[in-house]
C-alpha cells in the first residue's frame, strides 16, 4: 500500500511564503508526473502546478510567477514553493503521484492533504 506523506501547510500572512512537501517511500515504479492541486472550501478541486519525469513544468494562470513545483527523483518527493501568498490561496493542498505500472497502465495516488491558511 503506497502512502504520500504532506507536509509544510500551515497559516501565513499575506505575501508569506510556505514550501510544501509530497514524499513517496513506498513507490517502486517509474513516476511520470506529479502533481499538486488544491481545494478551497466550497470550490471544486484545482490543479496548482505539475512537473513530468522530465522536469517540464506548468502552472495554473493564478499562481505562474509565485509558485515554483520541484521534484528530487532520487527521494520520490516534490515540493511546491509558495511566495507572496494571497486570501485566496487559502485551501486544502493535495499531491497526486502518477507511477507507471505498466506499457499501457498507471496508477494515481494522492496524500492527505495539508491545509494552508493565508490571514492576517
Known amino acids: 500500500q503506497v502512502q504520500l506523506v504532506e507536509s509544510g501547510g500551515g497559516l501565513v500572512q499575506p505575501g508569506g511564503s510556505l514550501r510544501l512537501s509530497c514524499a513517496a517511500p513506498?513507490?517502486?515504479?517509474?513516476?511520470?508526473?506529479m502533481e499538486w492541486h488544491r481545494q478551497a472550501p466550497g470550490k471544486t478541486r484545482e490543479l496548482v502546478a505539475a512537473?513530468?519525469?522530465?522536469?517540464?513544468?506548468s502552472y495554473a494562470d493564478s499562481v505562474k510567477g509565485r509558485f515554483t513545483i520541484s521534484r528530487d527523483n532520487a527521494k520520490n518527493t516534490v515540493y511546491l514553493q509558495m511566495n507572496s501568498l494571497k486570501p485566496e490561496d487559502t485551501a486544502v493542498y493535495y499531491c497526486?503521484?502518477?507511477?507507471?505500472?505498466?506499457?499501457?497502465?498507471?496508477?494515481?495516488?494522492w496524500g492527505q492533504g495539508t491545509q494552508v491558511t493565508v490571514s492576517s
Open positions: 512537473i513530468t519525469s522530465g522536469g517540464s513544468t
Open positions: 497526486n503521484v502518477n507511477v507507471r505500472t505498466s506499457i499501457f497502465a498507471s496508477v494515481d495516488y
Open positions: 513506498g513507490i517502486t515504479f517509474r513516476i511520470n508526473f
